[in-house]
């Protein structure tokens, strides 16, 4: 039995007739973050990597730099708790994080696409290249690993690689948990991201390109389908995006000069 | 060209080389969402049906029951405003609208499953029942009716049925929007819910049955996976959820005495 799964008693039909049998189901789980005793948010998640989860929300929200700022992680995997204690403490503003949380949801917020936000993003300016065939290779890497998706239909992966293999993989019920926990993952075993390629199984929209910059990685590879705004804001971020990449085919939104024929 | 899409020039590579084309990629649009003079959310969505979407979520967060709660719905294209006004507005408490807000989003969110907020969530106890044919009918229709997925694989679609026909079709780049969509559609149109069936393209994490459950529908079909929490939930709530239909093949998770023989 794969973790992070349950097995559950359903009924299924179908042209056999019908009959009791059971099911694998993916499980979710909630996790509440706390930032210097502030209860900051709770997510679902699949209960894996936690810890991870925790610091790479952080840093995607601001909230912390780098391992360095971080003082001590415990989490409670009874309680479905994460507490991060920071260094140096800051006060956290409400109306501020408020915002902030809601831009990081699924197809929630905008936060960003205002002419103040973009302007604090980072634009990522690495010489990092990659050939199509390594594009396809990691793809196939990618999706070897991504023995929860197969099992269950009901998580996303995410993945930090060099151009030839994956040097981290994770996957969550979340598809933004998954790159979260990626980056928190890099954070707290010293792995950078700079000048490197995310691989993400879901969608690429706005803010999973405002990750990356973050993580000044220039290259993002999806499965599947980028919208207008995510491909603007790839442009204005430097960002290589490349989507719908299927056998030997796939497609370079963005800064194609990074995407080379050796 | 098909609405809420642009058409952007891309470099597509695959074994008869590298060409500069053009892809079609679907739009998303950020909408703020006004409730009385306070400024609620901003959703990034697919700009269609945006009146639709912005009673859909005051609904879903329970900020409004009904049509007859709404004076006035004014939605700024151009500015990317929907105003909401409130026949008799009440405050509203900004730490739980914060709390309700991370809970609604993809993801991003356990409020519910505290003791308390299952207790608030009403059970579903309409006696709607459906026949396997219905349901594989139902969703060739649905699929049928997809075709901005199909033409750009950027959205999900939703959809509320009577056994035999899809009654509303919304569909949107944030899945829980497209589910939204439709239950603002129905408000708007006087069309009830109350024993019908909703269609998700998507996945059915838990909020998806607190919608059903919001709306008073008590069977929840859907081309992808649950998770543990949404059995579980679904259980609690007294809806039929059934997973996993590909062809003439389907899974029923909960309350399966609702899918009959004839």
Redo the contacts between chains.
């Keep these: 039995m794969i973790e992070n799964?349950?097995r559950?008693p359903?009924?299924?039909?179908?042209?056999q007739g019908?009959r009791k049998t059971d099911?694998v189901?993916?499980?979710?789980?909630?996790?509440?973050i706390i930032l210097d005793d502030l209860e900051l948010?709770?997510?679902?998640?699949s209960p894996k990597d936690m810890d991870c989860l925790a610091v790479g929300f952080l840093f995607a929200e601001g909230f912390i730099e780098d391992k360095r700022g971080i003082k001590k992680i415990a989490v409670d995997e009874q309680r479905g708790v994460a507490r991060v204690t920071r260094e140096s403490p800051a006060e956290v503003d409400?109306d501020i994080l408020?915002k902030r949380?809601?831009?990081?949801?699924?197809?929630?917020?905008?936060?960003y696409?205002s002419a103040v936000d973009a302007r604090l993003a980072a634009k990522v300016d690495s010489r990092t290249s990659i050939t199509?065939d390594d594009v396809y290779s990691l793809i196939e890497e990618f999706n070897r690993t991504s023995r929860l998706f197969k099992e269950?239909?009901?998580v996303h992966g995410a993945a930090l690689c060099d151009t030839k293999h994956i040097l981290v993989f994770c996957d969550?019920?979340?598809?933004?948990?998954a790159v979260d926990k990626v980056f928190g993952k890099c954070i707290l075993e010293g792995i950078s991201t700079e000048g490197r390629i995310m691989i993400s199984s879901g969608?690429t929209?706005?803010e999973m390109i405002l990750k990356a910059s973050n993580g000044r990685t220039p290259i993002l590879i999806s499965i599947?389908?980028?919208?207008?705004?995510?491909?603007r804001l790839a442009n204005d971020l430097g960002v290589t995006l490349i989507g719908?990449v299927r056998g030997?085919?796939?497609?370079?939104?963005t800064h194609?000069w990074r995407?080379t024929?050796v």
């Excluded at 969550?172 to 948990?177: A, I, L």
């Design positions: 799964t349950k559950l359903v009924l299924r039909v179908n042209e019908r099911a189901v993916v499980s979710e789980f909630p996790l509440t948010v709770t997510l679902l998640c409400r408020f949380l809601i831009t990081s949801a699924c197809g929630r917020g905008a936060g696409y199509p269950t239909g009901g969550d019920v979340g598809r933004h948990n969608r929209p706005s599947s389908a980028p919208s207008d705004l995510g491909v719908f030997r085919d796939m497609t370079v939104y194609d995407v024929d």
